[in-house]
């Protein structure tokens, strides 16, 4: 376990994947937006939405959509901008010394040091397949931070390895990528209505293609909704935005997202074989789950650029806790896509 102070490593918590594609014109491996999206049903339903832009937002419906959609009651939802919102919430509103499991996604342990909190991690080990042994998770933890699927390793945790951790503390499980699963296998959504110290976080942004609308929400026990909600403005999700939350929440959606993790599952094999074939890369996570891949090369920094110079962007793998310059995340494309990388990685000499 280590409790990092350094300036470099505050840059780095801050380093996302849309960085790496600013430049445009690059086929995006960076990002883990579904491609594709939104589709054009849900891009007509937030257009019409405009019509009401001169009311102010009123979120029941989208709260009321989504408490149907996982089964829970109203008072179990926050409706955020986005899951970044939440990040910066738990950091300011709720208690206990923080602990956040890594290589994960750094939006959270950024948000808890800019509250002024000193926060410890536990790096889990890339000889155990990124995999969780939940006694490595310090006893006097008060919040612990977990993806699910994990970001950046795509490693799937077992619900029964993750519910204990939520007794007599705050446990915080990041499933902006369950959707992405078929099946939505080990989500804990349904939990936290007899869990009081469980929370757990959604995004709509990645299967739905919605980052620049900034929606996602908050499922927890009502006292831990109340005391999150007190943290934000006025307003703080836009009328576009809910009427999103309102359409992703639908069984129809719920469908399609089901159709599309399988379809991306039978791409992630596609893209594991077509990676198999260069010996020089290495796959610590024997059976990824989420909509992106983590590989290791030893010469994974320089061929980063070298594909960027063939026009494919890649996702650094450096700048998340406990990984290092060879490491790169690659989001899961079709298949013709991933067949380009393969010319790519061949002229790049992978």
């Known amino acids: 376990m280590s409790a990092p102070t350094d300036a470099a490593g505050e840059e780095a918590l801050r380093h996302h994947g849309d960085a790496e594609v600013r430049e445009g014109g690059l086929t995006d491996l960076a990002v883990n937006v579904r491609a594709g ?10 257009a019409a939405s405009l019509a ?9 419906a989208a709260r009321r959509a989504v ?9 179990c939802v926050l409706l955020t901008s986005g899951a970044a919102e939440a990040f910066v919430l738990i950091a300011r509103t709720l208690r206990g010394r923080p602990c956040v499991v890594h290589p994960q996604f ?26 969780l042994d939940p006694a490595a998770v310090p006893g006097d933890a008060g919040l612990v931070v977990v993806g699910n699927p994990t970001n950046p390793t795509s490693v799937l945790h077992p ?10 503390r705050i446990l915080v499980v990041d499933e902006a990528f369950m959707d992405a699963v078929p099946g939505e296998r080990e989500s804990l959504a349904a939990a936290v209505a007899t869990v009081p110290g469980l929370v757990v976080l959604r995004s709509l942004t990645k299967t739905w293609g919605l980052a620049g609308l ?20 006025l307003w703080p999700v836009s ?18 997202a089901e159709e599309a993790a399988a379809r991306i599952a039978a791409h992630r094999t596609h893209l594991l074989g077509a990676l198999g074939a260069f010996g020089a890369f290495s796959r610590p996570v024997r059976d990824p789950r989420g909509p992106f891949v983590l590989v290791h090369h030893p010469d994974g920094a320089a ?48």
């Open 67 to 75: 408490a149907e959609r996982h089964g829970l009651p109203e008072e």
């Open 239 to 256: 009328t576009p935005a809910l009427t999103a939350a309102v359409a992703c929440s639908s069984p129809r959606a719920v469908a399609e």
């Open 106 to 131: 750094t939006e959270p342990e950024a948000a808890l040091r800019a509250a002024g909190l000193p926060v410890d991690r536990v790096l889990l080990r890339v000889e155990d397949g990124f995999r």
């Open 37 to 46: 999206t939104p589709p054009s049903w849900l891009r007509e339903r937030i």
């Open 303 to 350: 061929l980063r650029l070298r594909l960027r110079a063939l026009g494919f962007a890649l996702r650094r793998g450096d700048t998340f806790p406990g990984l290092g310059p060879g490491w790169l995340r690659l989001a899961v494309r079709d298949p013709a896509t991933t067949d380009a990388l393969t010319h790519a990685l061949r002229a790049a000499g992978a």
């Open 52 to 60: 009401d832009l001169a009311a102010y937002p009123d979120g029941r």
């Open 214 to 233: 900034r929606i996602g929400y908050v499922l927890a026990a009502p006292e831990l909704v109340e005391t999150l909600a007190a943290g934000q403005p």
């Open 159 to 168: 619900a029964a390895d993750l519910l204990p951790l939520a007794a007599g």
